[in-house]
């Protein structure tokens, strides 16, 4: 088959789509596969390239080149940002410009990209001929692109992979919902009534489309959450330094996924544990959590590592020397994220931290036997919960090879691809 995909984020940005389609891009080509890539460009006028036989075509949003956000050049700090009075001028005007670009967008951040992006695949539908054209979001402007494209893309069919929702996400709103809740709507129903196929990563994410847009059985299925981390190293040893080292890795949002609990839980842990010395590194973006994390005590500020965005390979490198991985559940029933498939599949105890009983990281992590999950009832753990959490992190159960490895085959790129391909092919789910 010929494939077109349409995703505004791509390798190298830091960022779960680009992962995701990255991966599942190589893996198609290698079934025999024609693939071409069309994202939205970091240099103006970057012409097309060849990654590795994947055809990757590269067009400037006109607006906003977000791509230079979510790359390995982000700067990286030792500690976290001091609460100074011009950090706090500094951040209130990002606020100001913030809130005002975003009561005007649609569909989203990425919305320049539309217009060139829609002249650029209706011309490669033109040339190519393709059989599938697959539109990505987040963001929810690549379904866009996809749809108004589709008038020049002959026999080609189409499908809509479905990271997030987009009328049916609050936290973090896509835009202003005040304004733009009933053409948010309007516009989702359409190009899922019009899409050939749809996929999405989560079980409760399939029903939330069957129940509010009566997506059919039949048209949308599940491709879950993809590994896209290097081989395992084999009889990799034991932490022996002093330190224990707790490691969280992702995206913070003041609302979404505060990491309020999650400082509260490591202030009570160093109170409780004086014969180890411990640390917390924080590995990604922080977008409004800054403040938050200046205003730490200083016991916590002093342990407290904040990298930023750093490169994929230092990613892996410190979820191997993590002694535990800490996940923060998103206030949501229906995303997952895909660092927690991450997580498992690294072997390394994780420490989950939840806000709602229905946290899909629940599920995922059922019968992975190295799990503590608390509940955010309060802004610090209770007794009990200190207690649990003293003796997890001080004696983690184990993780066995055996049981890693058949994480990693579940989570596989080349498992999931099959499943896009035989939702393509109208095959039954492998």
Excluded at 46 to 68: C, I, M, T, Y
Excluded at 375 to 393: D, M
């Amino acid at each position: 088959m010929k494939i077109l995909i349409i995703t505004y984020s791509y390798t190298p940005d830091l960022t779960p789509r680009a992962f995701r389609w990255s991966a599942l891009a190589q893996q198609f080509l290698q079934l025999g596969h024609e693939v071409h890539v069309l994202c939205a460009a970091r240099l103006s006028q970057e012409p097309a390239v060849s990654d590795d036989g994947v055809k990757v075509h590269r067009v400037q949003d006109w607006l906003l080149n977000a791509s230079r956000r979510v790359t390995p050049t982000s700067t990286s700090t030792t500690n976290p940002p001091q609460s100074t009075f011009v950090h706090k001028l500094k951040a209130t005007l990002r606020k100001v410009a913030r809130a005002v670009w975003r009561t005007t967008y649609w569909p989203d951040f990425a919305c320049g990209w539309i217009v060139p992006a829609t002249a650029a695949a209706r011309q490669l539908c033109t040339h190519h001929d393709f059989d599938w054209v697959i539109s990505v979001s987040h963001p929810f402007t690549g379904h866009v692109v996809g749809h108004r494209a589709r008038t020049g893309a002959g026999k080609a069919k189409w499908l809509v992979d479905i990271g997030d929702p987009f009328h049916l996400m609050s936290e973090p709103a896509p835009n202003n919902q005040r304004f733009f809740s009933r053409l948010n709507r309007f516009v989702e129903s359409r190009i899922l009534a019009n899409a050939d196929a749809v996929c999405v990563t989560t079980e409760s994410t399939r029903q939330m489309y069957k129940v509010h847009f009566s997506v059919p059985d039949e048209k949308i299925r599940l491709a879950p959450p993809l590994l896209s981390l290097p081989a395992l190293p084999l009889g990799a040893p034991p932490s022996t330094r002093p330190v224990l080292r707790l490691v969280f890795i992702g995206t913070l949002y003041r609302k979404l996924r505060s990491p309020g609990y999650m400082l509260a839980c490591f202030e009570a842990l160093l109170s409780t544990i004086s014969d180890r010395q411990l640390e917390l590194h924080l590995y990604g973006a922080v977008n409004d959590c800054t403040e938050e994390l200046a205003a730490c005590p200083v016991q916590v500020r002093s342990s407290l590592y904040v990298h930023g965005m750093v490169s994929r390979t230092q990613v892996h490198e410190a979820m191997l020397d993590a002694d535990i991985l800490v996940n923060i559940g998103n206030d949501s029933a229906s995303q997952l994220a895909s660092k927690v498939i991450e997580y498992m599949a690294v072997g390394r105890p994780i420490l989950n931290l939840i806000s709602i009983e229905r946290d899909t990281s629940v599920q995922a992590l059922r019968e992975y036997p190295a799990t503590l999950t608390l509940i955010r009832a309060s802004e610090g753990p209770t007794l009990n919960e200190l207690e649990k959490l003293r003796a997890f992190v001080l004696s983690p159960p184990e993780v066995s090879f055996c049981e890693v490895e058949k994480i990693r085959a579940r989570f596989s790129a080349a498992h999931v691809a099959n499943l896009y391909i035989a939702q393509m092919t109208g095959q039954p789910e492998p």
